[in-house]
Structures are given as structure tokens and as C-alpha cells.
């Protein structure tokens, strides 16, 4: 996972306010995603991206916007933030043939 | 939907002892199924994973076996240390193939006592 990087690393914000989220990495790779990780739940994907400007949803995407732009950065932002949304952030990134690599994650805390 | 169950969610042994951790999918078409490691803060690190055209694939103390009848995989670590001890997710691929999405299971908790 060196080449995947997380900013903020930690991140506390009142309800109803925007927040981004940044994935950045330097492994080339084509395809990136974010999860979220909750207690009892595992890992559940919120959106994923198979390349430059082409983002699909994942199984929790509501409340959620993903942007990509170039190939090493993925956006995941919080319109309007609640606190259902409090939980821990990974970005992970994959070759063909569905190996993923994750990034160290983002606690984000919605008051 | 498609789902991953996996067992049991909080596992102890003694150090040196085996550890053995289940999983069920349900989604007939998935045919890649990782291992991942979580220590404490930190990102899940891939340690192992297996494709369906392969029933069984070991490295060092870890193995994992795959029973595509049943729909069911395992990861078997022998020898257990300490520094085992970590939370283990197991995965299956979802949906079509080109899109590398994976599906996780609970986790399951590992201590391994000294």
C-alpha cells in the first residue's frame, strides 16, 4: 500500500456539511474504489471507478458523489454529512483480475 | 443479493496451535476469492487468494482451500504466533469480471495467545 495515499487521515465535521474525501496513487492502476468499514459489517463498497471518467455505485452509494479525473486521483464527497456517515474510509486500487490493493484509511467523524 | 457469510467472527488460540476460518458466498459466478489481513489502524493487506480453477494453494503457514460445489472457502494458518493476531476478511468476486469488484465477509477477530 505505499503507493496509495489517504487524505485526511482523521477528519471531524458537524452534520450537513460537505466533505471530500482524496485518494491518490501511484501504482498506474486502472481501476479504484472506496469503502466504508463499520462494526459487524465489513467492507461495503460505495462506488468504484474502471477508469478516467467512468464511476459506477457500489451497494451504499446514497449520500455519496465519486469524481475522477486522472488516472491517480479518486474524489469521494459527502454532500450534506450525517452521522450515519461516521465510519472508517478505504480507497483501494486493482489491476484486471479483481486483486486490490488498499490505502491506511480515513476516520471521518460526523457530529 | 450476493453475499459472503463468514465464521466465526471472534477466534483465540494458543500460540502454535492452527486456526481455521470459514466462508460462504453466494453468488455461483464468483470466481476469485481473497484473503485479507487488518492489524490495528491500518488498511487491509492482501496475504492470500485462490481462483476457481484451483482447489487448494498454500504459502508458508497460511492455505486456503476452495470448494466450489459448496460454495464455501477456508484459510487455515498453522503455527500460530503473536503477531497473527489481527482481524482476517475473506472476499468474493462480484458481478462481471471487468469491474474487479469484490464482496467482503464480517471479519473475523484472531488473538493468539503467548
Known amino acids: 500500500d505505499a503507493g496509495i495515499t489517504q487524505s485526511p487521515r482523521h477528519k471531524v465535521t458537524e452534520t450537513g456539511t460537505p466533505v471530500t474525501l482524496r485518494c491518490h496513487q501511484t501504482?498506474?492502476?486502472?481501476?479504484m474504489y472506496w469503502y466504508r468499514q463499520d462494526p459487524g459489517h465489513g467492507l461495503r463498497l460505495i462506488h468504484y471507478s474502471y477508469g478516467v471518467k467512468d464511476t459506477d455505485k457500489g451497494e451504499v452509494s446514497d449520500g455519496y458523489s465519486v469524481s475522477r479525473s486522472k488516472t491517480e486521483d479518486f474524489l469521494l464527497t459527502l454532500e450534506s454529512a450525517t452521522s450515519s456517515q461516521t465510519s472508517v474510509y478505504f480507497c483501494?486500487?486493482?489491476?484486471?483480475?479483481?486483486?486490490?490493493?488498499f490505502g491506511p484509511g480515513t476516520r471521518l467523524t460526523v457530529l | 443479493g450476493e453475499n459472503v457469510e463468514q465464521h466465526p467472527s471472534t477466534l483465540s488460540v494458543q500460540e502454535g496451535d492452527s486456526a481455521v476460518i470459514k466462508c460462504t458466498y453466494s453468488d455461483s459466478a464468483s470466481n476469485y476469492f481473497p484473503w485479507y489481513k487488518q492489524e490495528l489502524g491500518k488498511g487491509p493487506q492482501l496475504i492470500i487468494d485462490?481462483?476457481?480453477?484451483?482447489g487448494e494453494k498454500k504459502d508458508q503457514r497460511i492455505a486456503v482451500t476452495l470448494n466450489k460445489t459448496a460454495k464455501h472457502f477456508s484459510l487455515h494458518i498453522t503455527e500460530t504466533q503473536p503477531e497473527d493476531s489481527a482481524v482476517y476478511f475473506c472476499?468474493?468476486?462480484?458481478?462481471?469480471?471487468?469491474?474487479?469488484?469484490?464482496?467482503f465477509g464480517q471479519g473475523t477477530t484472531l488473538q493468539v495467545k503467548p
Open positions: 485462490i481462483r476457481s480453477n484451483v
Open positions: 472476499a468474493a468476486s462480484s458481478g462481471a469480471s471487468n469491474t474487479g469488484k469484490l464482496i
Open positions: 483501494a486500487t486493482g489491476l484486471a483480475g479483481n486483486e486490490q490493493f
Open positions: 501504482e498506474n492502476h486502472r481501476y
